[in-house]
């Protein structure tokens, strides 16, 4: 089968590629979310996008170097030929080092594979990648968690003076982004990022909550993403949470998951996952939010690093 490399096209391209990561949603970490994902100011630069089609023109496979995340992402048609991974990963390779002093390079990149998928992580080796899991510092791995919302919902408490509402649009972007860089210690979220993700067909303002408090402030944040029709199954998925470090330990986090999952349940979905980060102390405190209300390791994830200079 003659696989045809072809330049990102965003108009037409976003969708297909949501679409054929939905063909096999459970051979990836990312699938519900990927709106939130493609929304990002990596889309700014086309030229850090791949994807390969047949002769037919149906797509076969994508990958993107995603700098807010310093991770590659990457797919592939379940009926691709087994080389496309490698070819995707070898484009990758060679595109993180072309960039690498570059506004949108890095000097190391990152991919996420699930720890059963034995192929990709020699591929990932053969290229010079290798497992954090292990690492003498900074050990790291990640685990994908799933939730199966019950017929009883699950109990919030709320502390007295705060409120969870949706984000109010516009209006609150830049407010939202402030205390997004605050949460997570980074400046990668923008407005024009936030702001692309209301644009999206898959994103909906009610499952946009945040937490504010009696004087006014967003204090905390969390998104959730429906699909209807994920590999049949209507799905679920938090992308992303935090919550200011100003009010921490009272209990906002857990009331914004149990929010976000009652509202996902209204909407039908069968399951919902969360993506958490692992290491040397694991469980690690979101580890232990989120297996505080139900869920439970669906997927290991193995973290996989090259360094570019």
Known sequence: MPLLRCPYEEERDTQRMLELVYL?????????????????????????????????????????LQTP???????????????LRLRLLEWADARAEAIRDTASGHPCWF????????????????????????????????ALLKYTPSLAPLASSLPPG?????????????????LH???????????????????HSAYQPDLDIVVEAEDGRMVGFCI???????GGTPTGRVEPMGVSSEFHRIGLGKALLIEGIRR????????VFVECDLNSNYPTPAFALYESVGFRVFQ??????????
């Open 111 to 142: 991919v996420n594979v699930l720890r059963y998928q034995g192929q990709q992580i020699r591929d990932l080796e053969a290229l010079g990648f290798a497992s954090q899991e292990h690492v003498p510092q900074y050990a790291w791995s990640k």
């Open 181 to 199: 860089r605050e949460a997570f210690q980074s400046e990668s979220m923008t407005e024009a990022w936030r702001q692309r993700t209301f644009q």
């Open 224 to 230: 959730c993403w429906f699909a209807p029709n994920e």
């Open 162 to 178: 705060f409120r969870i509402r949706p984000l109010s649009g516009v209006s609150e972007v830049a407010a939202y982004v402030a």
């Open 69 to 83: 995340f310093w991770t590659i992402d990457y797919a592939t048609h379940p009926n691709a030929p087994n080389e």
């Open 264 to 271: 996902l349940q209204e909407r039908g979905a069968a399951q």
């Open 300 to 309: 290991e994830v193995l973290v996989y690093r090259k360094n570019y200079i």
């Open 24 to 64: 096999a949603p459970a051979e990836y970490l990312h699938t519900t979310d990927l709106p939130y994902r493609f929304a990002s100011w990596a889309f700014d630069c086309p030229e850090n996008i791949a994807l390969w089609e047949d002769e037919r023109g149906e797509l076969l496979g994508w990958a993107v």
